[in-house]
């Protein structure tokens, strides 16, 4: 499945469970917190599967939450991208610091 696919199935998964209501994006918002911080804790335990799913699972949450602020993840990735992708700078104690 391409990723575009998976964002598609996602959002379907999504409207058929009545979560692409609008009126919900605060507690959306909340769920990417915490699968957020999951991922954090699986990062720091050196847990590679909790690792894993923590990352896939705020993935899942922040298109939700893009679909129910009336956005598309891919465009809002396609933005990031745009800003990031001529940026010059160097790592600085495993940071990257721009120009």
Sequence with gaps: MTTGEL???VEQ???DRGLNDPSIKS????????EVGETMAAL???????LKDGI???IVTLIILA???GLSAHDC??????EIKD???KMVNGVFIKE
């Design 7 to 9: 964002f598609e199935s």
């Design 67 to 69: 679909m129910q602020c």
């Design 27 to 34: 507690k959306q918002a909340l769920k990417v917190m915490e």
């Design 56 to 58: 896939g699972d705020s």
């Design 77 to 82: 990735l396609a933005v990031a991208y745009d």
């Design 13 to 15: 998964w999504a409207k």
């Design 87 to 89: 940026r010059k700078g």
């Design 44 to 50: 720091a335990r050196g847990k590679q599967e909790a």
